[in-house]
């Protein structure tokens, strides 16, 4: 029996009662959720799995959202990051946007629409991975037509890099 | 800009625009963890045959919402407290509780540190000052360092009464400049409240001394 796919996040908020409400909340949807209160978890957790979107407490003790938005788009290029705050402004909207967030909500925000954003993210994370897988397929036939199959194996191998 | 008189109209607005807006950063998380605990109380009931986990999830539920309220209720207390702090340009303060309720009001900056209020067994230190203006020093002074100092780590705050008035001391600020610590703005609010400060290198202290009484002045 086949069951529906959940989406892989990656929640991460310093607000404890907050992250573990929310998450079950979550959970009991189409999210399969995954927790760190703190940036420098998040960032560790993210490097042992693979998420599909990031919800990301902009203001934290430990590392600024921001600063775990960078490193997360840095390292996971499908990832998709929306942002989360209580202290919302338009000068930390524009800069997470210009880091590359794909959307900012503020709390206490309606379930309903947080739910709404995580699919936008997640299908924008898709459309993003089949365009990318679609141009190296295309860049593997031109090869293959010349290449030796060392050639081959070792973009089949960068392949396997940029999933990461 | 300002005047001998105190910090000008603007910089008092900048101050409570600060203090609201961490204190409504703090509200708006508690009520986003009632909000989501009414939310998943009602997606639990909402479900034809709930488990027994899901009758235990109401309760922490409950209690979720209920510890949330409490907080709330203390975010509010305290700033009703530093609401009255404007109703007399000059009023007796207790110096410690008046640090330690500014203390909390900048705790809830996102990257503030621990604040220790230490016990000096002063008992009550009482001086005559301007308290809205002394809570805009001592929140400036935390500020300063949250941000000059390693993210987490305790700052810990010292209230004596000492001959002729009273002395804040806070740890580790004595090893910066006072250029990094206090903007020229804050630096003339001393001297708006009567105070000096000093500087203690070698035990890493910044201290403010402060006045058993401030010269009254219109608009201190």
């Given at each position: 029996?086949?069951?529906?796919?959940?989406?892989?996040?990656?929640?991460?908020?310093?607000e404890?009662?907050?992250?573990?409400?929310?998450?079950?909340?979550?959970?009991?949807?189409?999210?399969?959720?995954?927790?760190?209160?703190?940036?420098?978890?998040?960032?560790?957790?993210?490097?042992?799995?693979?998420?599909?979107?990031?919800?990301?407490?902009?203001?934290?003790?430990?590392?600024?959202?921001?600063?775990?938005?960078?490193?997360?788009?840095?390292?996971?290029?499908?990832?998709?990051?929306?942002?989360?705050?209580a202290h919302?402004?338009?000068?930390?909207?524009?800069?997470?946007?210009?880091?590359?967030?794909?959307?900012?909500?503020?709390k206490p925000?309606?379930?309903?629409?947080?739910?709404?954003?995580?699919?936008?993210?997640?299908?924008?994370?898709?459309?993003?991975?089949?365009?990318?897988?679609?141009?190296?397929?295309?860049?593997?036939?031109?090869?293959?037509?010349?290449?030796?199959?060392?050639?081959?194996?070792?973009?089949?191998?960068?392949?396997?890099?940029?999933?990461? | 800009?300002?005047?001998?008189?105190?910090?000008?109209?603007?910089?008092?607005?900048?101050?409570l625009g600060r203090v609201i807006a961490s204190v409504s950063h703090e509200l708006k998380n508690a009520l986003a963890t009632v909000s989501?605990?009414?939310?998943?109380?009602?997606?639990?009931?909402?479900?034809?045959?709930?488990?027994?986990?899901?009758?235990?999830?109401?309760?922490?539920?409950?209690?979720a919402v209920a510890d949330e309220l409490r907080r709330s209720f203390g975010i509010i207390g305290r700033l009703n407290a530093f609401a009255h702090s404007a109703d007399?340009?000059?009023?007796?303060?207790?110096?410690?509780g008046?640090?330690d309720l500014t203390a909390a009001l900048a705790g809830y900056l996102?990257?503030?540190?621990?604040?220790?209020?230490?016990?000096?067994?002063?008992?009550?230190?009482?001086?005559?000052?301007?308290?809205?203006?002394?809570e805009?020093?001592?929140?400036?002074?935390?500020?300063?360092?949250?941000?000059?100092?390693?993210?987490?780590?305790?700052?810990?705050?010292?209230?004596?009464?000492?001959?002729?008035?009273?002395?804040?001391?806070?740890?580790?600020?004595?090893?910066?400049?006072?250029?990094?610590?206090?903007?020229?703005?804050?630096?003339?609010?001393?001297?708006?409240?009567?105070?000096?400060?000093?500087?203690?290198?070698?035990?890493?202290?910044?201290?403010?001394?402060?006045?058993?009484?401030?010269?009254?002045?219109?608009?201190?």
């Amino acid at each position: 029996m086949s069951e529906k796919k959940k989406i892989k996040l990656l929640f991460v908020d310093d607000e404890v009662k907050f992250l573990e409400t929310a998450a079950k909340r979550l959970g009991r949807g189409d999210f399969d959720v995954t927790t760190a209160t703190n940036g420098r978890d998040a960032i560790k957790v993210a490097k042992r799995g693979k998420f599909d979107v990031a919800l990301l407490d902009l203001r934290m003790p430990d590392l600024d959202g921001s600063e775990v938005l960078k490193a997360l788009k840095k390292r996971h290029k499908f990832l998709e990051v929306i942002m989360l705050t209580a202290h919302a402004s338009i000068d930390s909207a524009v800069e997470c946007t210009k880091l590359g967030a794909f959307d900012y909500l503020e709390k206490p925000y309606e379930f309903d629409g947080l739910v709404e954003a995580l699919r936008r993210a997640y299908e924008a994370r898709l459309r993003k991975k089949f365009q990318h897988d679609k141009k190296r397929m295309e860049h593997l036939e031109v090869l293959s037509m010349g290449s030796s199959p060392m050639g081959i194996l070792r973009s089949l191998l960068t392949l396997d890099d940029d999933e990461k | 800009m300002t005047s001998d008189a105190g910090v000008n109209g603007e910089e008092r607005v900048r101050f409570l625009g600060r203090v609201i807006a961490s204190v409504s950063h703090e509200l708006k998380n508690a009520l986003a963890t009632v909000s989501e605990s009414a939310g998943l109380i009602s997606d639990i009931l909402r479900d034809p045959a709930p488990s027994e986990q899901d009758a235990a999830e109401v309760r922490v539920c409950a209690e979720a919402v209920a510890d949330e309220l409490r907080r709330s209720f203390g975010i509010i207390g305290r700033l009703n407290a530093f609401a009255h702090s404007a109703d007399h340009a000059i009023a007796e303060v207790e110096v410690r509780g008046l640090v330690d309720l500014t203390a909390a009001l900048a705790g809830y900056l996102s990257f503030a540190s621990p604040v220790r209020i230490m016990d000096t067994g002063d008992g009550e230190v009482r001086i005559e000052t301007s308290p809205l203006q002394l809570e805009d020093l001592v929140y400036r002074l935390l500020e300063s360092a949250f941000r000059l100092r390693h993210r987490g780590s305790e700052v810990r705050v010292a209230v004596r009464g000492v001959e002729g008035g009273a002395e804040i001391r806070l740890s580790e600020l004595g090893r910066y400049r006072l250029d990094d610590l206090l903007s020229e703005e804050s630096r003339h609010l001393v001297g708006v409240l009567g105070g000096h400060l000093l500087l203690d290198a070698e035990v890493g202290e910044l201290g403010i001394r402060l006045p058993h009484r401030i010269r009254s002045r219109s608009g201190a």
